[in-house]
């Protein structure tokens, strides 16, 4: 693969092969890297300086102070938890400036939960631009590396999600939703890397069925002009292939006859759709053909044969789809471009055609002031130093090859905010780190947006096993796994249980079991599996007796403390899932979906989506 230049703009004014804004872009980018020291000197002083009177900052006693040191010795490093009294008061209608000079305009919902409710990110509607300025970086760098992409389209699989209103009238949705929505996006001028295959009717539609329909059938109506191909997750991709393997069918009756199923009734998508689909007998045939073979195997590359590259997010969990997409796509590069989150957009990785295993990104110094915690890495958990407020270190501290923990100052109004992700500093970009994303701290579980931490899955266990009382029956061991050899993936539980009384425990009782996990979980798990589609239904596998034991002998054989073993709470290392699953005498799904609707417990508002 392609090593990133050491100067952008003398690689593209050297071969010639980019506009005036794309040496703008680079040049942008060299010259906040070069500079990122005093841009973040910059940039806290200017977010301090705008918010000198909110609550927040008062209460500590910054007192107008917008220099670095006082900073630093005032203000805490802090979590959600510390945040959420005050996102709370806001949520329910305080519009005093308690963390922002700037009116909140809505909250973004994170895809971490606390107390089983995502978490609520205030932000401002600047921020919108800076998420604009980040995005329009993005193909002035991968154009280094894949030249006249702005001579075709992208297939690109996006959608938006449900969103809620606070009782205080903001609402509240995730952070590509709202961009998606915003006009930045709908009323975009024309920019030869944004010209996508799908409409924007088609991506804003709220019906997730019609919406991967009529995306997928423009897609395959202009097959031949799809040069790159995509969705924001590679579970998200995936979904959409696995979503043309079961209704070719009728996309090709469409794309035969020019016509649009009746299953697709918004009215705006069918006239959108309409625009683009023309009765094409020959591309159906070519259609059907492919999709009629036995062997999927290179799909991507067979139906839309120009396809340079997959761009999904590949990192951290998302990893555990790369397989697949090598089977698909017969083994095209995948490339990550960005580095987001609803609390703040990070930063772009400036070698996008590198391998998915050496990925890293480059944080922008202009998108928010960056703090990190060195962590230590203790039987494979990140556990943060205690003595961390004295050892967060600045952008332009960190070391190569330690891991941090990611801590912000943003625009909207978090100071010192624990973001929860381990990086692991990679390299340098001039003066900026760049990372490699190394995990989400404590996530155990993740299908899609997903994270499910061992607490919260140990809480909703011991719920389950409540079911097993009457039958003199109890739960002695369990582990888990995502597994993803489904599309949809889906959680499988190995339950090992003992049961002193004759009575024989029904099918029925570990289907409840299954249920009450999800009942218990968090709301974006059971979001995922209620209206995203994007998680299937869980699974308990019940194993031999003795089960648990041979886990520890196989561990201790591998060079495990037998003074310090305890049962993983969630394996992911192959040759144990092929013990455990050795072992299962029968498993059991849950039967239906469980309980979920927008918005938080407490809020009784949902908004036209």
Known sequence: MPEAPQNLLERAEHDGLVSDNNKKALQFIESVTSQADDVQDRVLAEILSRS???????????????????????????????????????????????????????FLTSSGTSGGERKLMPTIEEELERRSLLYSLLMPVVDQFVPGLDKGKAMYFLFIKSEAKTPGGLVARPVLTSYYKSSLFKDRPFDPYTKYTSPNETILCPDSYQSMYSQMLCGLCQNLQVLRVGAVFASGFIRAIRFLEKHWPLLCNDIRKGTIDPKITDLSVREAVLKILKPNTQLADFIEAECSKESWKGIITRLWPNTKYIDVIVTGTMSQYIPTLDYYSNGLPLVCTMYASSECYFGLNLNPMCNPSEVSYT??????????????????????????????????????????????????????????????????????????????????????????????????????ANHLSPFDASLIEYTSYADTSTIPGHYVLFWEISQSGATQIPPSVFEDCCLTIEESLNSVYRQGRVSDKSIGPLEIKLVESGTFDKLMDYALS????????????????????????????????????PKWVPGQKQWCTEITK
């Open 363 to 464: 944080l922008l110094p202009t998108m928010a002031y960056f703090e990190f915690l060195p962590v230590n890495r203790k039987n494979g958990e990140p556990k943060s130093l205690k003595e961390n407020q004295q050892q967060v270190l600045d952008l332009t501290d960190v070391e190569l090859g330690k891991e941090y923990e990611l801590v912000v100052t943003t625009y909207a109004g978090l100071y010192r905010y624990r973001v929860g992700d381990i990086l692991k500093v990679a390299g340098f970009k001039n003066k900026a780190p760049q990372f490699n994303f190394v995990c989400r701290k404590n996530v155990a579980l993740s299908i899609d947006s997903d994270k499910t931490d061992e607490v919260e899955l140990q809480n909703a266990v011991k719920n389950a």
């Open 558 to 593: 591998q060079g495990a403390s037998i003074n310090q073993y305890k049962t993983p709470r969630c394996v992911k290392y192959a040759p144990i899932i092929e013990l455990l699953n050795s072992k299962v005498v029968s498993n059991y799904f849950s039967p239906k979906c």
């Open 52 to 106: 000198a009177n909110v609550e927040y900052l008062q209460r500590y006693g910054l007192n107008g102070h917008v220099d670095k040191g006082t900073f630093k010795k005032v203000m805490p490093v802090i979590t959600y938890e510390d945040l959420k009294p005050y996102v709370d008061r806001i949520a329910n209608g305080d519009c005093s400036p308690i963390l922002c000079s700037q009116p909140i305009s809505e």
